[in-house]
Nanobody, 123 residues
Framework: QVHLVESGGGLVQPGGSLRLSCAAS????????IGWFRQAPGKERDWVSC????????YFADSVQGRFTISRDNAKNLVYLQMNSLKPEDTAVYYC????????????????WGQGTQVTVSS
């Protein structure tokens, strides 16, 4: 069983940056593609980004394309989401999740989830 823990969230002003981390334990992370999702109050959980198990491919939602980057260090069992030029609409709880399949934007394709980290973008 894979245990995921997100960190790095916080309060940031519009235009600022944050780097989220997703730490995995219990199973080598390189077996999985890793996705990031976010959920704002009263809204559905939305896909943000995904990185393939072999690190070759990365994918982003249109809303974050050009502002967010995703990377992973399989040796350290870590995945990162670098978020730049943050906007108030990026405010949400951010979750990382694993899938043994190829990257997908559907939460149903992901099996293990972290507890989430709050990101608040406000002046």
């Amino acid at each position: 069983q894979v245990h995921l823990v997100e960190s790095g969230g916080g309060l940031v002003q519009p235009g600022g940056s944050l780097r989220l981390s997703c730490a995995a334990s219990g199973w080598p992370l390189d077996h999985y593609a890793i996705g990031w999702f976010r959920q704002a109050p009263g809204k559905e959980r939305d896909w943000v980004s995904c990185i393939s198990a072999n690190v070759v491919s990365t994918y982003f939602a249109d809303s974050v394309q050009g502002r967010f980057t995703i990377s992973r260090d399989n040796a350290k069992n870590l995945v990162y989401l670098q978020m730049n030029s943050l906007k108030p609409e990026d405010t949400a709880v951010y979750y990382c999740a694993t899938t043994p399949l190829e990257c997908s934007d559907s939460p149903a394709e992901y099996d293990y989830w972290g507890q989430g980290t709050q990101v608040t973008v406000s002046s």
